[in-house]
Nanobody, 126 residues
Framework: QVQLVESGGGLVQAGDSLRLSCTAS????????MGWFRQAPEKEREFVAT????????TYHDSVKGRFTISRDNAKDTVYLQMNDLTVDDTAVYYC???????????????????WGQGTQVTVSS
C-alpha cells in the first residue's frame, strides 16, 4: 500500500513562495496521475493541480494559475508544488494524492484519488 508524505509547508507572508514536496514512503507514483488539493478552515477540500505520468500534462484551479506550478520527478517518486506570490486565501492544509487507477491520463474528479497524504499546513499572513 503506497503511503504519501508531504513536506514543505510553513508560515510565510503574502507575496512569498513555498515549494511543497510529496514522496512515496512505500509504493510508487509510476504510471499514475498525481494531484495536489487543499482544505481551508471551514471549507471543503478543493482541487489545486494535477499532473499526468506521460507527458507531464498539468491542470490548475483558476485561482492558482500563473502562480503555482506542479511538477514531478518520476525517478524519485516525488511530486512538487511550487507556490509563488502567495496570498492569505492560499492558507490551507495541502494534500497530495494519487489517482486510483494506473495508466489513466485524465485527471478526473477528487473522488478518484486515493491514497492521500497526511497534509502539510500552509499559512500566509498579510
Amino acid at each position: 500500500q503506497v503511503q504519501l508524505v508531504e513536506s514543505g509547508g510553513g508560515l510565510v507572508q503574502a507575496g512569498d513562495s513555498l515549494r511543497l514536496s510529496c514522496t512515496a514512503s512505500e509504493g510508487t507514483f509510476s504510471n499514475y496521475v498525481m494531484g495536489w488539493f487543499r482544505q481551508a478552515p471551514e471549507k471543503e477540500r478543493e482541487f489545486v493541480a494535477t499532473i499526468t505520468w506521460v507527458g507531464s500534462m498539468t491542470t490548475y484551479h483558476d485561482s492558482v494559475k500563473g502562480r503555482f506550478t506542479i511538477s514531478r520527478d518520476n525517478a524519485k517518486d516525488t511530486v512538487y508544488l511550487q507556490m509563488n506570490d502567495l496570498t492569505v486565501d492560499d492558507t490551507a492544509v495541502y494534500y497530495c494524492a494519487r489517482h486510483k487507477y494506473p495508466g489513466v491520463q485524465a485527471p478526473g474528479v477528487m473522488s478518484l484519488y486515493d491514497p492521500w497524504g497526511q497534509g502539510t499546513q500552509v499559512t500566509v499572513s498579510s
